[in-house]
């Protein structure tokens, strides 16, 4: 294995590929450098003298400027580099498109046919609470179902998605949760739903029923707790309802195109943007080719690479709603008076990422090369096949469950750190290094520090081949271990 990489040919620094010495040799385009300290693995070192004030170059970008002279073999992170990033820019259109490298295959996977055309990897029985105060009763409604039922099939899980909202909320929070929610009931993950209300909060369930649209009446049900004597014998016997509606649901071939897939990092380090994001990369090539779908969302951490992104752009109307994506999310934190740029975090810093441009560069190697068709608002569903982006923050479980909200049936998760969470729809957790996959194999479904050592193409295929059996039923750690979750994006004023 080597010691270290350079991602570009126009970078002036390496990255360590594992801890390095004081003293120790690297060859780097035919030269010697020599360590002047020791340098952590995924940290950087600079392979050239780098004067105050000028850039450091990392994946052929800048990531910021040096703050101090940095000499060759020194390390080169947060002690002595700065980022170049400020306030709220303007862009011109400037389309730079690139033919995707893959074919399409003709591949299926074994899903779940909806009456409406949409397709699920999983047909689970949900409680959607539109207030949190019946969290509880839901989880006794559950428990006395499976008690009364026994055998569940054909569904796979019977599950409450918790939240804390649904009541005392104001203006965009109040929508959000409403949006968020609609879109859990009408998932095709979902082979049913029970819609469950309090009665006296101000996410209104007939309105929130009036919101919905068109759905399946079988599959569906709605109850609202104080208008009936026993709301546990009631929600039982609507559940039964939809159990008996479901019976005949089955898992069939579907071509891969039906495949929606969220691209999400969390816990990121210095190999994020060498490693695992590259991979995602590269499936969301794959996908798109296939006539899938793939969604980048996470928009804080586009700062700084926003503009490889708008290059990319469809349109000058698809170019047009980037800038928004962009601008509006800096405009948010502008209006909370706090800091654009108040980003990579400490356990970031620690894993060798220096400066959001740094970071951002990484993170949106996840969308590939594929030209960006569509922008969605949050809450947004989709509408277009191919790479979406999705306005949602940087927060892991808010932005999954954000894109499990826009259809997506599953969410690809990289991580250098590790983390154990999941979102409602299967969260694959992807680690950038082998020493964490194998440290938290009961977390890391897939381990993409193999690239290190392996041909991408054949990391790709095997990874590929992973994602279909799980899209046709395989369980992934999240759901091994029942860490289920949905989380709301709040930005206003609680009652």
């Given at each position: ?15 360590a590929l594992k801890d390095l010495q004081a003293g120790q040799i ?88 909806r009456d409406n055309g949409d397709v699920g990897i999983r047909n ?372």
């Amino acid at each position: 294995m080597l010691d270290s990489i350079q991602l570009n040919e126009l970078d002036n620094v390496v990255v360590a590929l594992k801890d390095l010495q004081a003293g120790q040799i690297l060859i780097v385009q035919g030269k010697e450098i020599v360590l002047k300290e020791d340098i952590k693995r995924g940290h950087k070192v600079a392979i050239k003298n780098i004067s105050n004030n000028e850039n450091v170059i990392k994946y052929g970008y800048p990531i910021g400027h040096a703050t101090i002279n940095i000499a060759v073999g020194e390390h080169v992170h947060t002690q002595n580099t700065k980022t170049n990033l400020d306030g709220i820019k303007e862009y011109q259109f400037k389309q730079k498109l690139t033919s995707n490298p893959y074919k399409q295959q003709n591949l299926t996977f074994k899903g779940y046919k909806r009456d409406n055309g949409d397709v699920g990897i999983r047909n689970e029985l949900w409680i959607v609470p539109t207030v949190g105060c019946v969290n509880g009763v839901a989880e006794r409604m559950i428990k006395l179902f499976e008690k009364e039922v026994g055998d569940i099939r054909p569904f796979e899980n019977v599950l409450v998605l918790k939240h804390n909202f649904g009541c005392s909320q104001l203006g965009d929070d109040h929508e959000n949760t409403r949006k968020i929610l609609k879109d859990a009931v009408l998932h095709p993950n979902a082979g049913g739903v029970l819609v469950l209300g309090l009665g006296c909060e101000n996410n209104n369930l007939y309105e929130f029923k009036e919101s919905l649209g068109g759905f399946d009446e079988n599959r569906v049900k709605f109850l609202v707790s104080q208008e009936v004597t026993d709301e546990i014998e009631a929600g039982v016997q609507l559940l039964k309802e939809i159990y008996e509606n479901a019976k005949g649901d089955k898992r069939e071939s579907v071509p891969l195109s039906e495949l929606k897939v969220g691209l999400k990092c969390g816990g990121s380090d210095g190999f994020s943007g060498i490693t695992a994001n590259p991979l995602l990369g590269r499936f969301s090539d794959f996908l798109v080719a296939q006539g899938g779908t793939t969604v980048l969302t996470e928009v804080p951490e586009m700062f700084g690479a926003e503009t490889i992104l708008m290059e990319r752009a469809a349109d000058k109307e698809v170019f047009k709603k980037t800038v928004g994506l962009i601008n509006e999310f800096k405009e948010y934190f502008i209006e909370n008076k706090q800091p654009v740029y108040e980003n990579p975090s400490p356990g970031n810093k620690d894993g060798g990422i220096t400066t959001l441009e740094d970071k951002s560069l990484g993170c949106t190697q996840k969308a590939g090369t594929s030209t960006v068709v569509d922008v969605l608002k949050y809450g947004d569903r989709l509408t277009r096949k191919g790479l979406n982006l999705l306005s949602a923050p940087g927060n892991d479980l808010v932005a999954s469950s954000a894109l499990a909200s826009a259809g997506c049936q599953l969410v690809l998760f990289t991580t250098g750190r590790g983390t154990p969470f999941g979102s409602f729809v299967p969260t694959m957790k992807i680690s950038t290094n082998t020493p964490l996959s194998e440290a938290k194999p009961h977390w890391i479904d897939y381990n993409a520090g193999v690239l290190l050592e392996r041909e991408p193409d054949s990391v790709l295929d095997d990874f590929t081949e992973y994602i279909i059996k799980v899209a046709s039923g395989e369980l992934v750690n999240n759901e091994k271990n029942d860490f289920r979750e949905i989380a709301i994006f709040k930005t206003g004023v609680t009652l």
